[in-house]
DNA sequence: CTTGACCCTGACCTGACGTTATACCTTACA
DNA sequence: TGTAAGGTATAACGTCAGGTCAGGGTCAAG
């Protein structure tokens, strides 16, 4: 701190690092009360700077203004009695770090555990993500990254979840399919509306567009194709006509 | 933090050193906000409560809630980095906590010796009644329950009296590694075995096996271990072997 | 004699809860 | 079966440490 005798507000309040109102504060609850000079402008002394920066250092402690004014306005102020305070505040915060920090160690374990293992939920194939490397491959890095960005915090309980959805909906298909359905019929339209529904909630913003892409890599990425045909023969084919309807009809 | 599914608002609050007005106001902000059982009642998952956890310590960063709110809700947030990172922030804070309150000791100890007051050094931490407390923390309430009933009470002299004896045992200690003993010798192990019998006295039952939970704990907790290593560098993890050995040989 | 930088007070606003009041729900026990 | 205790809900007002204007005075420089 410059070694000043006098100071003005702003003078004080950026040499120690506050406003000006927290200084009209101080002054007004008297916790910091500085001279006046006629003009009623407050003229703050050097003495008052160190009152201040004893202020400061107490609140930074978390203690309220209030008691600070208490233990600076005691005549007697012992200061071994602010040290053992001080103390003791430090000590707290020590002890509820250490507790913030074990239960974050039990988040981390926890979390280790339950991340997303997706591999063994979807035994090796995991369709929406593969989606979204294939597009990456394609150029399309927005949906890879996004994907990637929405899905890292996915716990068991959401893969599964997702996954249920996922084999509910294409039981659905199958079925529709099986049942010698058109994929333009409404049936076939809605399953797919449902599909892009699912894409866009739990990987990358999915409009018609992009799903027409994903029809068309159904049926032309082997890896795809297997996944659904493996299901019903000509199920792939099926779902890309479907989305097409779907995104003809939505328009 | 305990592992259980679900927690009612009073159950998390005390569980997180929270009130209960606090989550209703994150609830009110739809900072975090449970499920409802049919009565209304809020019930909180363990998710929540890792979203709690999440919310505290950003807080004690001196973050605001809503500011906390944008980061949480973030689709790029990055839950395991942030716990990482946070881990490394508070156990710094808690670094130079402990260095602060080491120089208000030596200020202290000064001041001490030119008044005649001494006591209430020690008011900030005690070590054998948080060891209780961690053992709660990780599960072992038995530790805990028999310590509060027994310590609950005992007098302030009762208390001076452990306090010198673990000090006197300290002192001893610290000069048997000072002194280059192993950790495995007759001397060691001897002050193991005097540390073991203070703690089943006074505090709760404790076996071979309990204690070598306890040497584990001083190494692996920080302030535990800042308050051996205060002592000499190397104490806590001294003291462990010498429980270790110690135990092996009451077999 | 104006302009811009400072200063004043007063009054209302804010964030993050605390406190109090009133009422409902659930459980334990007499 | 009733009732008392204790947990829960909302609602509404209080608090603390300032932030943010608004309206007006002061002062040195051009």
Redesign the pocket.
């Known amino acids: 701190m410059e070694k000043r005798d006098t100071y ?4 004080l ?1 950026t040499l120690s690092g ?5 200084l ?4 007004a ?1 008297r916790l910091l009360s500085p001279h ?7 003229l703050y002394t050097y003495k008052d700077a160190l009152r201040l920066q004893q202020i400061l250092v107490n ?1 930074e402690m978390g203690m ?3 008691a600070i004014k208490q233990r600076l306005d005691d005549p007697d102020f012992d200061y071994s009695k602010t040290l053992v305070k001080q103390r003791t505040i430090l000590s707290e915060k020590i002890g509820s770090y250490t507790q913030m920090i074990t239960s974050i160690d039990a988040a981390l374990s926890q979390l280790d555990k339950q991340k997303g293992d997706t591999m063994s939920l979807y035994a090796g194939f995991n369709p929406e993500q593969y989606e979204a490397e294939v597009k990456e491959k394609w150029g399309e890095g927005e949906a890879y990254a996004q994907s990637q960005s929405r899905t890292k915090n996915y716990t068991n309980e959401d893969w599964q979840l997702i996954k249920q959805k996922e084999e509910a909906w294409l039981e659905q298909l199958k079925k529709c399919f099986l049942e010698n359905e058109l994929p333009q019929s409404l049936r076939a339209c809605a399953l797919a509306e449902e599909h892009r529904l699912h894409i866009d909630k739990w990987f990358y913003p999915c409009s018609g567009d992009m799903h027409q892409q994903l029809g068309d890599m159904y049926v032309s990425d082997d890896r795809f194709k297997e996944y659904y045909d493996k299901k019903a023969k000509g199920l792939a084919a099926f779902l890309q006509k479907a989305i097409y309807a779907n995104s003809k009809k939505s328009m």
């Open positions: 003005s507000v702003k003078q309040a506050v406003t000006v109102r927290t009209h504060h101080y002054d609850i006046r000079l006629l003009n009623g402008y407050r609140r309220s203004l209030d």
